[in-house]
Protein backbone atom coordinates (compact mmCIF):
# COMPACT_ATOMS: atom_id res chain seq x y z
CA UNK A 1 0.00 0.00 0.00
CA UNK A 2 1.19 3.75 -1.12
CA UNK A 3 0.79 6.20 1.85
CA UNK A 4 0.77 10.12 0.34
CA UNK A 5 1.71 12.87 1.94
CA UNK A 6 1.94 16.81 0.95
CA UNK A 7 5.75 16.27 1.85
CA UNK A 8 8.26 13.32 2.88
CA UNK A 9 11.46 14.68 5.13
CA UNK A 10 14.19 12.24 5.48
CA UNK A 11 16.06 13.08 7.90
CA UNK A 12 14.48 13.58 12.08
CA UNK A 13 17.79 15.51 13.20
CA UNK A 14 17.00 18.95 14.47
CA UNK A 15 16.96 20.43 11.09
CA UNK A 16 14.40 17.64 9.78
CA UNK A 17 12.12 17.80 12.91
CA UNK A 18 12.03 21.29 13.14
CA UNK A 19 10.89 21.79 9.06
CA UNK A 20 8.11 18.80 9.71
CA UNK A 21 6.77 20.57 12.54
CA UNK A 22 6.97 24.25 11.18
CA UNK A 23 4.94 22.47 7.95
CA UNK A 24 2.85 20.50 9.96
CA UNK A 25 1.59 23.85 11.61
CA UNK A 26 1.14 25.95 8.87
CA UNK A 27 -1.68 22.70 7.82
CA UNK A 28 0.65 20.58 5.72
CA UNK A 29 0.63 17.12 6.17
CA UNK A 30 4.82 15.59 6.92
CA UNK A 31 6.10 11.74 6.86
CA UNK A 32 8.96 12.19 9.13
CA UNK A 33 11.57 9.03 8.29
CA UNK A 34 14.65 8.29 10.59
CA UNK A 35 17.26 5.35 10.41
CA UNK A 36 17.26 5.95 13.91
CA UNK A 37 14.53 6.52 17.02
CA UNK A 38 16.08 9.73 18.55
CA UNK A 39 17.55 9.16 22.19
CA UNK A 40 14.75 10.07 25.25
CA UNK A 41 15.91 12.08 27.94
CA UNK A 42 16.71 11.46 31.78
CA UNK A 43 17.88 14.31 33.86
CA UNK A 44 20.24 11.93 35.77
CA UNK A 45 22.07 11.33 32.36
CA UNK A 46 25.41 12.76 31.77
CA UNK A 47 25.33 15.51 29.08
CA UNK A 48 25.44 14.36 25.26
CA UNK A 49 28.82 14.41 23.81
CA UNK A 50 27.40 16.73 21.27
CA UNK A 51 26.00 20.31 21.79
CA UNK A 52 25.41 23.28 20.02
CA UNK A 53 25.59 26.76 20.79
CA UNK A 54 21.99 28.02 19.90
CA UNK A 55 21.57 31.81 18.63
CA UNK A 56 19.13 34.02 19.77
CA UNK A 57 17.29 33.85 16.12
CA UNK A 58 16.86 29.92 16.57
CA UNK A 59 15.67 30.37 20.16
CA UNK A 60 12.69 32.38 18.37
CA UNK A 61 12.10 30.23 15.88
CA UNK A 62 12.38 27.28 18.35
CA UNK A 63 9.98 29.57 20.54
CA UNK A 64 7.43 29.92 17.45
CA UNK A 65 7.21 25.84 16.89
CA UNK A 66 6.47 25.62 20.28
CA UNK A 67 9.69 23.66 20.90
CA UNK A 68 11.42 25.72 23.29
CA UNK A 69 9.72 25.42 26.10
CA UNK A 70 10.23 21.39 25.99
CA UNK A 71 14.01 22.10 25.63
CA UNK A 72 13.70 24.50 28.48
CA UNK A 73 12.11 21.87 30.55
CA UNK A 74 14.74 19.41 29.58
CA UNK A 75 17.96 21.28 30.10
CA UNK A 76 20.12 24.22 28.32
CA UNK A 77 22.70 26.86 29.15
CA UNK A 78 22.64 30.72 28.64
CA UNK A 79 25.98 32.20 27.90
CA UNK A 80 25.75 36.04 28.76
CA UNK A 81 29.68 36.53 27.01
CA UNK A 82 31.42 35.21 24.28
CA UNK A 83 35.72 35.95 24.29
CA UNK A 84 37.90 35.29 21.60
CA UNK A 85 41.50 35.78 21.53
CA UNK A 86 44.75 34.86 19.76
CA UNK A 87 46.80 32.65 22.22
CA UNK A 88 49.81 32.11 19.79
CA UNK A 89 53.46 34.21 20.82
CA UNK A 90 55.06 36.10 18.04
CA UNK A 91 57.28 39.00 18.64
CA UNK A 92 55.68 40.77 16.93
CA UNK A 93 52.68 40.90 19.06
CA UNK A 94 54.46 43.02 21.55
CA UNK A 95 53.25 45.73 19.66
CA UNK A 96 49.54 45.00 20.62
CA UNK A 97 48.69 44.83 24.32
CA UNK A 98 47.00 41.32 25.49
CA UNK A 99 43.66 42.74 26.61
CA UNK A 100 43.39 44.43 23.34
CA UNK A 101 44.12 41.29 20.80
CA UNK A 102 41.13 39.82 23.34
CA UNK A 103 37.65 40.80 21.78
CA UNK A 104 34.79 40.14 24.32
CA UNK A 105 30.86 40.14 23.51
CA UNK A 106 28.71 40.98 25.90
CA UNK A 107 24.98 40.68 25.85
CA UNK A 108 24.70 43.72 28.07
CA UNK A 109 25.70 45.84 25.26
CA UNK A 110 22.95 44.77 23.36
CA UNK A 111 20.57 45.81 26.21
CA UNK A 112 19.77 41.43 25.99
CA UNK A 113 20.39 38.88 29.01
CA UNK A 114 22.27 36.50 27.08
CA UNK A 115 23.95 35.80 23.69
CA UNK A 116 22.50 32.54 23.21
CA UNK A 117 21.95 29.13 24.63
CA UNK A 118 24.40 25.61 25.01
CA UNK A 119 22.00 22.94 24.25
CA UNK A 120 23.11 19.34 24.31
CA UNK A 121 22.04 18.06 20.48
CA UNK A 122 20.09 15.07 22.11
CA UNK A 123 18.03 17.72 23.72
CA UNK A 124 16.78 19.37 21.10
CA UNK A 125 16.30 16.87 18.78
CA UNK A 126 14.39 14.69 21.40
CA UNK A 127 11.96 18.29 22.43
CA UNK A 128 11.40 18.38 18.22
CA UNK A 129 10.53 15.10 17.78
CA UNK A 130 8.22 14.88 20.99
CA UNK A 131 6.33 17.91 19.35
CA UNK A 132 6.13 16.06 16.23
CA UNK A 133 4.01 13.60 18.09
CA UNK A 134 2.27 15.59 19.87
CA UNK A 135 0.87 16.80 15.57
CA UNK A 136 -1.34 14.31 14.04
CA UNK A 137 -0.09 16.03 10.39
CA UNK A 138 3.07 14.46 11.35
CA UNK A 139 3.54 10.54 10.53
CA UNK A 140 7.02 9.50 12.20
CA UNK A 141 8.37 6.44 11.03
CA UNK A 142 11.44 5.08 12.44
CA UNK A 143 14.38 2.52 12.33
CA UNK A 144 13.64 2.73 8.51
CA UNK A 145 15.77 2.92 5.13
CA UNK A 146 15.72 4.12 2.16
CA UNK A 147 16.02 1.59 -0.85
CA UNK A 148 14.95 4.03 -4.10
CA UNK A 149 13.32 7.49 -4.84
CA UNK A 150 11.88 8.20 -8.28
CA UNK A 151 11.73 11.92 -8.60
CA UNK A 152 8.69 11.55 -10.89
CA UNK A 153 6.79 14.30 -12.66
CA UNK A 154 3.87 13.94 -10.89
CA UNK A 155 5.01 12.98 -7.33
CA UNK A 156 7.96 12.06 -5.69
CA UNK A 157 7.88 8.07 -4.51
CA UNK A 158 10.24 6.42 -1.89
CA UNK A 159 10.56 2.98 -1.40
CA UNK A 160 11.68 1.84 1.88
CA UNK A 161 13.92 -1.38 2.52
CA UNK A 162 10.64 -3.26 3.86
CA UNK A 163 9.04 -2.84 0.91
CA UNK A 164 6.62 0.14 1.48
CA UNK A 165 6.00 2.87 -0.51
CA UNK A 166 5.39 6.95 0.45
CA UNK A 167 4.45 9.13 -2.45
CA UNK A 168 4.44 13.05 -2.00
CA UNK A 169 4.61 16.07 -3.97
CA UNK A 170 8.07 17.15 -2.07
CA UNK A 171 11.05 15.03 -0.67
CA UNK A 172 13.39 16.60 1.34
CA UNK A 173 16.71 15.19 2.17
CA UNK A 174 17.70 16.05 5.78
CA UNK A 175 19.70 13.59 6.52
CA UNK A 176 22.68 14.42 7.29
CA UNK A 177 26.57 15.43 5.42
CA UNK A 178 26.10 11.94 3.70
CA UNK A 179 22.93 12.16 2.80
CA UNK A 180 21.65 9.22 0.93
CA UNK A 181 18.87 11.93 -0.92
CA UNK A 182 21.01 13.72 -2.65
CA UNK A 183 23.36 11.22 -3.71
CA UNK A 184 19.96 9.27 -5.14
CA UNK A 185 18.17 12.51 -6.07
CA UNK A 186 22.35 12.86 -8.26
CA UNK A 187 22.77 16.54 -6.40
CA UNK A 188 26.28 16.34 -6.90
CA UNK A 189 28.74 18.72 -4.01
CA UNK A 190 31.90 20.66 -3.91
CA UNK A 191 34.29 19.77 -0.73
CA UNK A 192 37.25 19.92 1.06
CA UNK A 193 38.30 18.58 4.02
CA UNK A 194 40.67 20.76 6.36
CA UNK A 195 44.05 19.76 7.87
CA UNK A 196 43.08 19.67 11.39
CA UNK A 197 40.27 17.57 13.47
CA UNK A 198 37.95 18.75 16.49
CA UNK A 199 38.02 16.49 19.59
CA UNK A 200 35.05 17.57 21.68
CA UNK A 201 35.55 16.60 25.12
CA UNK A 202 32.69 16.44 28.00
CA UNK A 203 33.96 17.34 31.52
CA UNK A 204 33.60 18.21 34.95
CA UNK A 205 34.94 21.57 36.28
CA UNK A 206 34.87 23.18 40.16
CA UNK A 207 32.72 25.69 40.42
CA UNK A 208 29.02 27.13 39.40
CA UNK A 209 27.74 27.15 35.72
CA UNK A 210 29.46 29.70 33.99
CA UNK A 211 28.09 32.36 31.76
CA UNK A 212 30.89 32.59 28.83
CA UNK A 213 31.74 30.70 26.56
CA UNK A 214 35.21 31.28 24.84
CA UNK A 215 37.78 30.34 22.25
CA UNK A 216 41.69 30.89 21.70
CA UNK A 217 43.13 30.32 18.83
CA UNK A 218 46.85 28.75 19.10
CA UNK A 219 48.62 27.41 16.13
CA UNK A 220 47.63 24.11 16.14
CA UNK A 221 43.94 25.28 16.07
CA UNK A 222 41.36 26.60 18.66
CA UNK A 223 40.64 25.35 21.92
CA UNK A 224 37.05 26.68 23.03
CA UNK A 225 34.88 25.90 26.01
CA UNK A 226 31.30 25.82 26.56
CA UNK A 227 29.55 25.81 29.36
CA UNK A 228 26.92 23.39 30.50
CA UNK A 229 24.73 23.16 33.56
CA UNK A 230 25.00 22.09 37.30
CA UNK A 231 26.31 18.40 37.90
CA UNK A 232 24.45 18.99 41.31
CA UNK A 233 20.96 18.37 40.68
CA UNK A 234 19.82 19.63 44.04
CA UNK A 235 21.23 23.17 42.95
CA UNK A 236 24.37 22.90 45.02
CA UNK A 237 26.27 23.80 42.17
CA UNK A 238 29.76 22.75 43.30
CA UNK A 239 30.51 21.58 40.15
CA UNK A 240 29.51 21.95 36.58
CA UNK A 241 29.63 20.18 33.07
CA UNK A 242 31.74 22.01 30.65
CA UNK A 243 32.07 21.01 27.19
CA UNK A 244 36.28 21.21 25.62
CA UNK A 245 36.31 21.56 21.84
CA UNK A 246 40.33 20.92 20.86
CA UNK A 247 41.32 21.47 17.63
CA UNK A 248 44.32 19.86 16.58
CA UNK A 249 45.83 17.28 13.77
CA UNK A 250 44.38 14.15 13.54
CA UNK A 251 47.75 12.36 14.78
CA UNK A 252 47.96 14.46 18.12
CA UNK A 253 44.40 13.88 19.13
CA UNK A 254 44.16 9.94 18.87
CA UNK A 255 47.52 10.43 21.25
CA UNK A 256 45.09 12.54 23.72
CA UNK A 257 42.12 9.99 22.92
CA UNK A 258 44.35 7.20 23.88
CA UNK A 259 45.19 8.92 27.56
CA UNK A 260 44.12 7.92 30.77
CA UNK A 261 41.65 10.21 32.59
CA UNK A 262 44.49 11.61 34.69
CA UNK A 263 46.72 12.07 31.97
CA UNK A 264 44.51 13.58 29.50
CA UNK A 265 43.01 16.11 32.46
CA UNK A 266 46.85 17.51 32.85
CA UNK A 267 47.34 17.73 29.32
CA UNK A 268 44.15 19.83 29.17
CA UNK A 269 44.94 21.78 31.85
CA UNK A 270 48.18 22.77 30.70
CA UNK A 271 47.22 23.47 26.61
CA UNK A 272 44.38 25.42 27.28
CA UNK A 273 43.98 28.98 28.73
CA UNK A 274 44.36 29.61 32.41
CA UNK A 275 40.86 30.81 32.04
CA UNK A 276 39.67 26.99 32.21
CA UNK A 277 38.45 26.07 35.79
CA UNK A 278 40.10 23.69 37.40
CA UNK A 279 39.03 19.98 36.24
CA UNK A 280 37.81 17.04 38.04
CA UNK A 281 36.59 14.32 35.75
CA UNK A 282 36.52 13.55 31.79
CA UNK A 283 33.21 11.81 31.01
CA UNK A 284 33.40 11.58 27.38
CA UNK A 285 35.71 12.12 24.37
CA UNK A 286 35.38 11.69 20.54
CA UNK A 287 36.64 13.07 17.38
CA UNK A 288 35.26 14.88 14.73
CA UNK A 289 36.63 15.23 11.18
CA UNK A 290 36.46 18.86 9.94
CA UNK A 291 35.10 19.06 6.25
CA UNK A 292 33.55 22.03 3.88
CA UNK A 293 30.78 20.71 1.86
CA UNK A 294 28.52 22.02 -0.48
CA UNK A 295 25.83 20.83 -2.41
CA UNK A 296 25.84 22.17 -6.25
CA UNK A 297 22.25 22.50 -6.09
CA UNK A 298 19.62 22.50 -3.53
CA UNK A 299 17.11 20.69 -5.75
CA UNK A 300 16.38 18.59 -8.22
CA UNK A 301 12.31 18.49 -9.44
CA UNK A 302 10.97 17.43 -6.53
CA UNK A 303 14.12 16.88 -4.28
CA UNK A 304 15.33 19.30 -1.87
CA UNK A 305 18.04 19.74 0.60
CA UNK A 306 18.02 21.22 4.20
CA UNK A 307 20.47 21.47 7.14
CA UNK A 308 24.37 19.56 6.76
CA UNK A 309 22.49 17.59 3.37
CA UNK A 310 23.32 20.71 1.47
CA UNK A 311 26.05 22.42 3.65
CA UNK A 312 28.75 21.54 6.05
CA UNK A 313 30.64 23.91 7.39
CA UNK A 314 33.70 24.64 10.26
CA UNK A 315 31.99 24.14 13.33
CA UNK A 316 34.49 27.11 14.70
CA UNK A 317 31.89 29.69 15.18
CA UNK A 318 29.69 26.91 15.88
CA UNK A 319 27.11 28.16 13.23
CA UNK A 320 26.02 24.62 11.47
CA UNK A 321 22.69 24.36 13.11
CA UNK A 322 21.75 27.86 13.05
CA UNK A 323 21.66 28.13 9.40
CA UNK A 324 20.52 24.98 9.44
CA UNK A 325 17.53 26.06 11.24
CA UNK A 326 17.62 29.14 8.90
CA UNK A 327 16.87 26.64 5.72
CA UNK A 328 14.21 25.15 7.42
CA UNK A 329 12.03 28.68 7.82
CA UNK A 330 13.05 29.23 4.18
CA UNK A 331 11.85 26.38 3.04
CA UNK A 332 8.75 26.34 5.28
CA UNK A 333 8.33 29.79 4.10
CA UNK A 334 8.52 28.96 0.44
CA UNK A 335 6.26 25.42 0.58
CA UNK A 336 3.77 27.30 3.11
CA UNK A 337 3.30 30.13 0.68
CA UNK A 338 2.55 28.15 -3.03
CA UNK A 339 -0.06 26.08 -0.61
CA UNK A 340 -1.61 29.10 0.09
CA UNK A 341 -1.78 30.52 -3.61
CA UNK A 342 -3.25 26.95 -4.64
CA UNK A 343 -0.26 26.17 -6.56
CA UNK A 344 1.49 23.13 -6.73
CA UNK A 345 4.10 22.62 -3.67
CA UNK A 346 6.97 21.94 -5.85
CA UNK A 347 7.57 24.86 -8.38
CA UNK A 348 10.76 25.37 -10.04
CA UNK A 349 10.67 29.38 -9.66
CA UNK A 350 9.38 28.45 -5.58
CA UNK A 351 12.38 25.80 -5.30
CA UNK A 352 14.71 28.06 -6.89
CA UNK A 353 13.59 31.12 -4.58
CA UNK A 354 14.50 28.96 -1.59
CA UNK A 355 17.78 28.12 -3.13
CA UNK A 356 18.20 31.86 -3.75
CA UNK A 357 17.96 32.81 -0.43
CA UNK A 358 20.12 29.79 1.41
CA UNK A 359 22.92 28.98 -1.26
CA UNK A 360 24.45 32.56 -1.19
CA UNK A 361 23.58 33.13 2.81
CA UNK A 362 25.24 29.60 3.52
CA UNK A 363 28.33 30.02 1.28
CA UNK A 364 29.16 33.34 2.59
CA UNK A 365 29.29 31.63 5.94
CA UNK A 366 31.51 29.16 5.27
CA UNK A 367 33.65 31.64 3.20
CA UNK A 368 33.70 33.47 6.53
CA UNK A 369 34.97 30.45 8.58
CA UNK A 370 37.30 29.86 6.10
CA UNK A 371 38.83 32.96 6.28
CA UNK A 372 38.84 32.92 10.06
CA UNK A 373 40.35 29.39 9.96
CA UNK A 374 43.71 30.25 7.35
CA UNK A 375 44.04 33.42 8.71
CA UNK A 376 44.49 32.25 12.21
CA UNK A 377 46.16 28.95 11.93
CA UNK A 378 48.85 30.87 9.85
CA UNK A 379 52.22 32.16 11.53
CA UNK A 380 53.76 34.59 8.92
CA UNK A 381 54.43 37.29 10.65
CA UNK A 382 52.14 39.96 8.48
CA UNK A 383 49.15 37.85 9.21
CA UNK A 384 49.84 36.95 12.93
CA UNK A 385 49.83 41.25 13.35
CA UNK A 386 47.04 41.91 11.11
CA UNK A 387 44.64 39.26 12.89
CA UNK A 388 45.93 40.98 16.18
CA UNK A 389 45.07 44.37 14.58
CA UNK A 390 41.81 42.95 13.62
CA UNK A 391 40.89 42.08 16.80
CA UNK A 392 42.06 45.34 18.71
CA UNK A 393 39.89 47.08 16.23
CA UNK A 394 37.10 45.39 16.92
CA UNK A 395 37.32 46.15 20.16
CA UNK A 396 37.74 50.32 19.53
CA UNK A 397 34.54 50.19 17.01
CA UNK A 398 32.11 49.26 19.50
CA UNK A 399 29.36 49.60 16.82
CA UNK A 400 31.09 47.16 14.02
CA UNK A 401 31.45 45.01 16.91
CA UNK A 402 27.65 45.21 17.55
CA UNK A 403 26.34 44.65 14.60
CA UNK A 404 28.39 41.39 13.55
CA UNK A 405 27.11 40.10 17.58
CA UNK A 406 23.80 40.32 16.40
CA UNK A 407 24.18 38.41 13.21
CA UNK A 408 26.36 35.92 14.89
CA UNK A 409 23.02 35.76 17.54
CA UNK A 410 20.49 35.18 14.20
CA UNK A 411 18.84 38.75 15.44
CA UNK A 412 20.13 40.14 12.00
CA UNK A 413 19.95 38.17 8.86
CA UNK A 414 22.88 39.73 6.93
CA UNK A 415 26.12 40.32 8.04
CA UNK A 416 26.67 43.84 7.61
CA UNK A 417 27.83 45.32 4.49
CA UNK A 418 30.89 46.46 4.71
CA UNK A 419 32.06 42.78 5.41
CA UNK A 420 29.38 41.76 2.96
CA UNK A 421 31.57 43.04 0.37
CA UNK A 422 34.72 42.13 2.03
CA UNK A 423 34.09 38.36 1.59
CA UNK A 424 32.36 38.74 -1.33
CA UNK A 425 35.41 40.24 -2.88
CA UNK A 426 37.81 38.32 -1.06
CA UNK A 427 40.58 36.95 -3.59
CA UNK A 428 39.82 33.73 -4.53
CA UNK A 429 42.59 32.10 -2.38
CA UNK A 430 42.76 27.85 -3.34
CA UNK A 431 41.29 27.15 -0.30
CA UNK A 432 38.15 29.11 -0.96
CA UNK A 433 37.69 29.16 -4.67
CA UNK A 434 34.80 26.63 -4.39
CA UNK A 435 30.78 26.21 -3.47
C1 LIG B 1 32.56 19.24 16.62
C2 LIG B 1 31.30 19.92 16.14
C3 LIG B 1 30.76 20.97 16.86
C4 LIG B 1 29.62 21.64 16.40
N1 LIG B 1 29.11 22.70 17.12
C5 LIG B 1 28.06 23.40 16.64
C6 LIG B 1 27.53 24.54 17.35
O1 LIG B 1 28.03 24.93 18.42
N2 LIG B 1 26.49 25.21 16.81
C7 LIG B 1 25.92 24.83 15.61
O2 LIG B 1 25.00 25.50 15.13
N3 LIG B 1 26.37 23.74 14.93
C8 LIG B 1 27.43 23.02 15.41
N4 LIG B 1 27.88 21.94 14.73
C9 LIG B 1 27.19 21.53 13.50
C10 LIG B 1 25.88 20.79 13.81
O3 LIG B 1 26.15 19.67 14.66
C11 LIG B 1 25.26 20.32 12.50
O4 LIG B 1 25.15 21.41 11.61
C12 LIG B 1 23.85 19.74 12.75
O5 LIG B 1 23.90 18.58 13.55
C13 LIG B 1 23.16 19.41 11.43
O6 LIG B 1 21.84 19.00 11.68
P1 LIG B 1 21.01 18.21 10.57
O7 LIG B 1 19.68 17.95 11.18
O8 LIG B 1 21.09 18.92 9.27
O9 LIG B 1 21.83 16.86 10.33
P2 LIG B 1 22.20 15.69 11.35
O10 LIG B 1 22.33 16.20 12.74
O11 LIG B 1 23.35 14.97 10.75
O12 LIG B 1 20.89 14.76 11.32
C14 LIG B 1 20.62 13.90 10.22
C15 LIG B 1 19.55 12.89 10.63
O13 LIG B 1 19.30 12.06 9.49
C16 LIG B 1 19.32 10.70 9.86
N5 LIG B 1 19.77 9.95 8.68
C17 LIG B 1 20.98 10.02 8.09
N6 LIG B 1 21.02 9.23 7.00
C18 LIG B 1 19.79 8.66 6.91
C19 LIG B 1 19.22 7.76 5.98
N7 LIG B 1 19.90 7.31 4.92
N8 LIG B 1 17.94 7.36 6.18
C20 LIG B 1 17.23 7.82 7.24
N9 LIG B 1 17.72 8.70 8.14
C21 LIG B 1 18.99 9.10 7.97
C22 LIG B 1 20.28 10.61 11.05
O14 LIG B 1 19.99 9.49 11.86
C23 LIG B 1 19.99 11.95 11.76
O15 LIG B 1 18.96 11.83 12.70
C24 LIG B 1 29.02 21.24 15.18
C25 LIG B 1 29.55 20.17 14.45
C26 LIG B 1 30.69 19.51 14.93
C27 LIG B 1 31.27 18.37 14.12
Known sequence: MTQSFDVIIVGAGMVGAALANGLAQAGLTVALLDRETPAPFAPEDPPDLRVSALSAGTETYLSRLGVWSRISAMRLTPYRRLSVWDASHHPLSNLITKPLARTTFDAADLGRRHLGHIVENRVTQRALWDQAGSD????????????????????ATLTLTDGRTLTAEVLVGADGARSQIRQLAGIGTTSDQYAQQAMVISVQYAGSPQDITWQAFHPSGPRAFLPLHSVEPDGAAEHSWGSLVWYD?????????????????????????????????????????????????????????????AHTINPLAGQGVNLGFQDAEALQQTLVEARRAGQPLAT??????????????NRRMMLAMDLFYHAFSNQTPPLHLARNIGLALANSLPFAKQQVTRYAMGIDAQLPLPIRQLIDRAPRLPFMNRG
Not at 136 to 151: F, G, K, P, Q, W
Not at 284 to 290: E, H, N, T, W
Open 249 to 309: TPARLSELKALPEDALISDIQRAFPQDLPPLVKVAGRASFPLARQHAKSYFVNRVVLAGDA
Open 348 to 361: ASGLAHYQSVRKPA
Open 136 to 155: ERITRLTDVTVSAIDNGADA
